[in-house]
């Protein structure tokens, strides 16, 4: 008896007409999959600082930008105070964060987020101008949950992370061991739905709010 | 769901007097629409995109049996296990199997149309499991025990108030017995009820909306995150996807990536996409501890070795049914299956059979904006017309359409008779209706007429007034 993966195969190898491909093909494709031929990527001619914030922003996130990592605590502060959120934040186990001082009065957990945290403090791998998309990876340093089960999400993104295409993001969140990590987020935007009567609500099972705080521009755009 | 796409007829009436539904298609025409043609304008590459992602589709295609097997090569390496499935029944065995295997007890869904087109969750709750779906949509639509409506916006068809009943009936079993009227109230209490859902499952299935043969990567794209949660908390990840949904590289995902959201629901990226490689990782704090990949052939391989091969393209946006002027007049139900629309009329005799979905490929007016729309140019009223061809070549279909079909047939093959024929028809009906200018009734044409006047003709034929022009511009 032969399994279903062979009867498979075996079809889809008479649909286009062979039963084995072969070395040359073979050597062909594999060759196809390092480098696409004919690459076609968005191009924009505004400041590409600004293109990134302004694409985050007309997707309902928040964007902070402050000059020093001292900064961020300000930023991290306004954020809480002006929502009226709880003074406890999960911080994810990443070193990368250690440098941020936060405000003194924030009960800080440096841990992966659980379903009743309100807010949660992550390190993107980059922050990609095209889409105005942060690239999150999984890993001991970043757990998926913390992008999702909190209300409230705060990305931290430093400006020489900000790249060029989703291409760029995609290899910023790869590790050095050439091994792909188990996920890697794309996130534009706080969680929406509008499966109600096609009209747009946020907060549907992911963040209702994303606050991201772009550290090191020189100059803050306004806002 | 079983096809009921032999009642197409009768449904199409009832939806044309469904008010809420009207309303409902009203806002799909602006809303889609617009957001996809300004997204769509504001991206001077878009053409040149589609252009390639075509492309990319087509070599996918063409060398399906190389990047299948390197697909479930980088799947195993990851971790993971890859269980082929020729038919939706195998499909729904094998998940039946993982779920057992896993001592589970309750599985949620991310929103996939291959599981709604293989029955995965009728399959699973035989087999003793609870599901619940997650994406908001097709949440309300299990509520309801309806199918959805639409491939991207299931529950469009659903109004506030019904869904307000909907969950005043279902949630008082949370302890949540308030009718909300609120949008906001009721997405914050459907957060709420499937939050504990999110935490307490063993099992999370989704689909794909691309699997990478290079990484072994599935990839999923959402605006609400359940497809995350579904595929990061509980302890095993199911996949379920079609053997079409293999392409070769992240490079390449990129590209049909770009297309899919702004042709979808006009977004140049949805809040949420997700590459998935494998279980979770040794030193990872969260992720399945079990990933497994269902990769479903159902008739898939057949349409790759004949005319429909061009259909293995789409990548479900739901453009060509969002710029359907059938569909935006009866809705998804109407089509009886899974696939509504224009894709749906091409796919769903594929998999249902010509002979129960007769009605499918004809209620098209090939205005061709399907094919204008569609992101990897799929030419869906060719592949409608095949349908037509088959079934008149099969004898499928009512016997007085084939009688019309062979007296048109008649005439269109004889010149002479046909133009003898319409000068004295034209001739008659100019006479006749001169003093009015327009018949409100007119013979064996009643359903036209129901609705609105026929305009009387001139009296000349239009091969005859061209004829004269030609002759008085000389």
């Known amino acids: 008896m032969t399994s279903a993966r062979d009867e498979i195969l075996a079809r889809v190898g008479k649909a286009i007409g062979r039963e084995e491909i072969d070395p040359e093909t073979e050597a062909c494709l594999a060759k ?39 900064d961020v605590a300000t930023s991290v502060s306004a954020f809480i105070q002006k929502n009226d959120m709880p003074l406890a934040v999960a911080m994810a186990p990443d070193s990368r964060l250690d440098c941020f001082p936060l405000p003194d009065d924030l009960k800080i957990s440096r841990r992966n987020a659980v379903a ?63 091994r792909v990590p188990r996920t890697v987020n794309f996130i534009t935007g706080p969680s929406k739905t509008a499966d109600i009567e096609q009209t747009l609500e946020y907060g549907a099972h992911g963040p209702k709010r994303l606050h991201v705080i772009l550290v090191g521009a020189q100059k803050a755009p306004d806002r | ?27 799909l025409a602006t809303g889609f629409v617009d957001s996809r043609r300004k997204c769509a304008e504001a991206l001077p590459e878009f053409e040149a995109l589609r252009d390639l992602g075509t492309e990319i589709c087509d070599h996918a295609l063409a060398n399906l049996d190389f990047y299948l097997r390197r697909y479930e090569e980088q799947v195993t390496a990851s971790g993971g296990h890859v269980h082929w499935a020729s038919t939706s029944h195998d499909a729904c065995r094998i998940a039946t199997d993982i779920c057992r295997r896993a001592n589970a007890k309750k599985i949620i869904r991310g929103k996939s149309m291959i599981g709604e087109e293989v029955g995965i969750n009728d399959a699973l709750e035989e087999a003793g499991f609870e599901t619940v779906e997650t994406d908001l ?43 909300q009227t609120e949008r906001r109230a009721l997405v914050q209490e459907a957060r709420q009820v499937l939050r504990q859902a999110f935490v307490s499952a063993d099992v999370g299935i989704t ?56 042709s979808a629901t006009g977004q140049e990226i949805t809040a949420y996409t997700t590459f998935t490689t494998g279980p979770k ?76 979905a007769i009605d499918l490929p004809n209620a098209c007016t090939l205005n061709g904006r399907c094919q204008e729309v569609c992101p990897v140019r799929i030419p869906l009223p060719k592949l409608l017309r095949v349908h037509r061809t088959r079934q008149y070549e099969q004898r499928i279909g009512s016997g007085v359409f084939r009688f019309g079909l ?24 100019g006479a006749l209706g001169r003093r009015k200018g327009v018949f409100r009734r007119m013979p064996l044409a009643g359903g036209w007429t129901q609705a609105r006047d026929l305009p009387a003709p001139q009296g000349k034929t239009f091969q005859a007034a061209w004829r004269e022009r030609q002759r008085e511009k000389e």
């Open chain 2, 137 to 179: 949509g097709e949440y309300i639509l299990q509520l309801a025990k309806e199918p959805p409506s639409h491939i991207v916006a299931p529950a469009i068809h659903k109004s506030k108030d019904e869904i307000s009943d909907l969950f005043q009936k279902h949630h008082a079993a949370h302890g949540l017995t308030e009718r």
């Open chain 1, 32 to 70: 196809r999959l390092r480098h696409l031929p004919d690459q076609i990527r968005p191009q924009w001619g505004d400041d590409p600082i600004e293109r990134f914030i302004s694409k985050l922003r007309a997707v309902a996130a928040t964007v902070d930008v402050v000059e020093t990592d001292a």
């Open chain 1, 116 to 178: 009743d945290d309100v807010t949660s403090i992550t390190a993107a791998e980059a922050g990609v101008i095209e889409t105005g998309s942060l690239v999150l990876r999984s890993g001991p340093k970043g757990p998926t949950g913390m992008n999702f089960l909190p209300e409230n999400h705060i990305v931290i993104v430093r400006q020489e992370q900000l790249v060029n295409h989703l291409e760029d993001g995609w290899r910023c969140a790869q590790e050095t061991s050439n």
């Open chain 2, 207 to 262: 689909g794909a909306n691309f699997l990478i043969a290079d990484t072994g990567s599935n990839i999923i794209v959402t605006n609400e995150g359940n497809g995350d949660l579904t595929c990061t908390l509980p302890r095993v990840h199911i996949v379920t996807a079609a053997i079409d949904k293999v392409i070769p590289s992240v490079e390449d995902a990129m590209v049909l990536l770009r297309l899919l959201g702004r």
């Open chain 2, 406 to 429: 062979g007296i048109w047939a008649f005439f269109a093959a004889h010149p002479a008779v046909y133009h003898f024929g319409t000068r004295v028809i034209m001739a008659v009906m």
């Open chain 2, 1 to 27: 769901m079983e096809p009921i796409s032999h009642e197409f007829k009768a449904r199409s009436r009832q939806s044309l007097d469904d008010p809420v539904l009207q309303s409902a298609l009203k806002n």
């Open chain 2, 281 to 356: 990782r040794d030193n990872d704090s969260d992720g399945p501890e079990e990933y497994h990949v269902i990769l479903v052939d159902n008739g898939r391989s057949t349409m790759l070795g004949n005319e429909f091969r061009e259909m293995l393209r789409c990548i479900r946006c739901g453009a060509c049914m969002n710029h359907c002027p059938v569909y935006g007049s009866i809705g998804g139900h109407a089509y009886g299956w899974v696939y509504p629309g224009p894709m749906g009329s091409v796919l769903t005799p594929m998999m249902a059979g010509l002979d129960k």
